[in-house]
Structures are given as C-alpha cells and as structure tokens.
C-alpha cells in the first residue's frame, strides 16, 4: 500500500489572510457585503483635524520583508482578528527527516521554496473577527465539534474524507452564524509542507511530484509515520489560540 499522496497546489484562505469586508453583528438587520450601499456626499476632514489623531486612520506598516515576502491580503484593521480553525499536526523527528529529503529533491525544481515552520490540517478558510465575536465564536465550535471521535490524517487524507466533511460541515454551521465565508464545496485535506512566494504549480507538477511520491512510498515506515491520532481541534484568532477537545 503507497503512503499518503503528495499535492502542489496555489495559496487559498485557509492558509493566508482573506480579504476583509464590513462586518455586522450576527443577526442584525445591517447591510451584508455584496449588497449596494445607499448613495452619499462626503466632505474632507480637514488637515487640522486629521493631524490631531496621528496614526488612527491606518494600521501599522506591513513589511512583507518580515515574512517571507509574503503580504497580507487584507489590511490590519484595529478590531479586526484573522481566524482560523485546524487540526493541529506535531511533527515527529522521522517525518522532519523525510520532509528534508523531500525538500532537498524539490528545491532542484523550485530552489525558492521553504519548509513550513508548523503543520496542521484546515478545516476553515481564514476569516475575519471582531475581537467581541472571539469568545462567543470559540464556543459554538466547542458545541459542534464535542460528538466528534478523534482520526489519523496523512499528508492528504485518503480515509477518512467523509468524516472530515462532517466536520467542516459543523465548522461551516459556525461560520454561518456569524456571517462569515465558509469551507470549499469539495475540500481536499491536506498537510502543507513548504512554501514559496509566487505560482510555481507549473514547475511541481509531473516529474516533480512523482519524484517525491516515489521517495515517500520507498521511505521505511512511511505509512504509519505520515499517520497521527488528532486529539482535539485548534482556532487561531490573531495571536490567541483555542483548543477543542474531541470525544
């Protein structure tokens, strides 16, 4: 039996920051976003104004420079929390060894790409959060994840699958509650192992990815080293992390 396939794919919201929208309370009557808003005449404020509140109008400087040359892909707005919920994933000194020689045979295609600091598998996109949702939100995953039995995940789920779309689906229920962007209509889970700044499908697909799939396949003990027993789901909400227990 071959270990768990590799994939190379494009970055999406569950693992950048999505665009931020004018957010309303959960069940209010507000204007949602898609919706055209009322026509308005705005004046300047004027300069004597403005320069008495420094700094109030934007967020602190984004250098991507700090990252990685990766760049946010919504402004950083006071108020606003960048969330995401996941299954966790603790790497263990054989996977690392695996993942370096991985690397190693990748990097001769893409020389640019590094290897992921933390693992975890998405069960959300990244969405937005006022700070006063954060402790109502946590909650009502808590609520829908606690009937969940713990499962093994691999580089991308190939048993399984049906299980963590039930899961999503209460995570998506959540999401809905507080008006928020759900999961993809046909997930593929996965781990993601490295990155690099820009497209670079073209280059990993084909003899690229069959290389790594044959060195996974070949690696000793690989199907049960690429296996881990998920214990409890995480939400990460700007630098506050939640853990929820599953049954």
């Known amino acids: 039996m071959s270990a768990a396939p590799l994939v190379g794919y494009s970055s999406s919201g569950s693992e950048d920051e999505s665009e931020a929208g004018v957010q309303t309370r959960p069940g209010s009557g507000a204007r949602r976003r898609g919706q055209s808003p009322l026509p308005s005449q705005r004046f300047p404020v004027p300069d004597s104004v ?7 109008e934007e967020g602190p400087e984004d250098d991507s420079a700090k990252h990685g040359g990766r760049v946010r892909t919504f402004p950083h707005e006071r108020g606003n929390w960048a969330t995401h919920v996941y299954i966790p994933y603790e790497a ?20 640019r790409l590094v290897r992921m600091e ?29 009937s969940f039995q ?7 789920v190939t048993s399984g699958h049906a299980e963590f779309l039930d899961l999503v689906s ?11 962007t759900t999961f993809y209509q046909d997930p593929s889970f996965h781990i993601s192992l490295a990155w690099c700044v820009g497209d670079a499908r073209l280059q990993l697909e084909g003899q690229c990815l069959r ?3 044959e060195i996974v396949d070949q690696f ?22 939640f853990s929820m227990p599953l049954k």
């Open 50 to 56: 403005l320069n008495m509140f420094p700094g109030t």
């Open 92 to 111: 263990k000194e054989e996977f690392l060894d695996l993942l370096d020689v991985l690397l190693a045979r990748a990097q001769t295609y893409v020389p």
């Open 118 to 146: 933390a693992f975890h598998l998405s069960l959300s996109q990244s969405v937005v959060l006022r700070h006063h949702w954060i402790l109502p939100f946590v909650q009502a995953l808590k609520e829908r994840v606690a």
């Open 150 to 156: 713990r499962t093994f995940v691999g580089l991308e």
């Open 170 to 180: 209460e995570v998506d229920r959540v999401m809905e509650e507080f008006c928020l």
């Open 211 to 213: 290389e790594l799939q």
């Open 220 to 241: 000793e003990d690989a199907e049960m080293l690429l296996r881990v027993h998920t214990e409890h789901v995480r939400c990460k909400s700007g630098n506050k992390f």
